[in-house]
Nanobody, 129 residues
């Protein structure tokens, strides 16, 4: 069964850090752009970061730029989201999604949902004192 599984969420104080992981099983990530989304209660799910097949292209939403860093280790079939200087407004369920990409190319964080083949189940991040 092909799937993405996120992990690493939890409760953290403002100003703290977390690292989320997105592990693929049943398929390899080499030919996929990976995008991180988040959805806060009562709000729509929005893309916040993406990384291209080999990591040559990354992109960030203004709300996380300078605080979050996306990386990937294709040998481990895993993509990471390093989150620093966390704020209460970062509280949300975080999802990763895989977009087919036969060749290395620029990634964009706002693409139609039907462009993604796989979605994870999400991991909760809560930023609170």
């Amino acid at each position: 069964q092909s799937q993405l599984v996120e992990s690493g969420g939890g409760l953290v104080q403002p100003g703290g850090s977390l690292r989320l992981s997105c592990l693929a099983s049943g398929f390899t990530l080499d030919h996929y752009i990976i995008t991180w989304f988040r959805q806060a209660p009562g709000k729509e799910r929005r893309g916040i970061s993406c990384i291209s097949n080999s990591g040559g292209s990354t992109n960030y939403a203004d709300s996380v730029k300078g605080r979050f860093t996306v990386s990937r280790d294709n040998a481990k079939n895993t993509v990471y989201l390093h989150m620093n200087s966390l704020k209460p407004e970062d509280t949300a369920v975080y999802y990763c999604a895989a977009q087919p990409s036969p060749v290395e190319r620029t990634c964009y964080i706002q693409r139609p949902r039907d462009e993604y083949d796989y979605w994870g189940q999400g991991t909760q991040v809560t930023v609170s004192a």
